[in-house]
């Protein structure tokens, strides 16, 4: 994972990045092994983000201490609930409630001709995505391999691969999606896509 890389802008702009030494640590694994190592990360940023804020007034540097203080207060506020983030699935899935929200919001400000926001949001979508670049994706070749294999449990068991069977299998406890981290609508893409394939290979019922 390299800590702030998401504050680099293009050459064109007039900016630059309020930290020039970049941390570095393996890609964050995809099944859980909680706390999550990123959460731990992103509360030893803000503590440095903060240390700068008196020495640094960068815009990008503002931009950083906003979307790392909306992170850590909504993580806290789990964790009053008793639904705080113990897993790096969850984590995942966090940062990207947040950068959809981020995406969301830029394309109504786009619509609305106010580029000052935004530029906002976009610039908090790249801090956002320079955390999820630290977490390891699992494969789509691996889910594909995944998907088939549960479907072929499920026909030697003599049970019809419907598409609410299959789903429950591979992300029951010990299934072979269980836990991972990886692009759920991949998931339910590659699913849909075999699950009717098999439907279809099978001949009609002949018709009396």
């Not at 699950?195 to 002949?206: I, Y």
Request: proline fraction near 5%; hydrophobic fraction near 35%; aromatic fraction near 4%.
């Amino acid at each position: 994972m390299i800590g702030f890389k998401a504050l680099t802008r293009p050459a064109s702009r007039s900016w630059r990045c309020w930290r020039c030494s970049f941390s570095t640590s393996p890609a964050i694994g995809n099944v859980e092994t909680g706390p999550p190592p990123l959460l731990a990360q992103l509360r030893t940023d803000m503590k440095e983000a903060l240390k700068a804020k008196d020495k640094i007034r960068y815009h990008d540097h503002t931009r950083l201490l906003n979307v790392l203080r909306g992170i850590l207060t909504e993580t806290t506020s789990l964790e009053k609930e008793s639904k705080g983030i113990k897993t790096n699935k969850q984590l995942y899935k966090l940062l990207q409630k947040r950068k959809t929200a981020s995406s969301n919001a830029a394309k109504e400000f786009q619509a609305a001709s106010r580029q000052d926001l935004t530029e906002k949001e976009n610039e908090q979508i790249a801090i956002l995505q320079g955390y999820l670049d630290g977490f390891a994706i699992t494969p789509a070749d691996e889910i594909v391999g995944a998907v088939q294999a549960t479907i072929q449990e499920l026909e030697v068991e003599g049970v019809t691969p419907k598409r609410d069977k299959v789903r429950a299998r591979l992300f029951r406890p010990n299934g072979a999606l269980e836990g991972k981290i990886l692009d759920e609508a991949l998931v339910a893409k590659t699913i849909n896509l075999m699950v009717h394939e098999v439907s279809a290979s099978k001949p009609s019922p002949v018709q009396a």
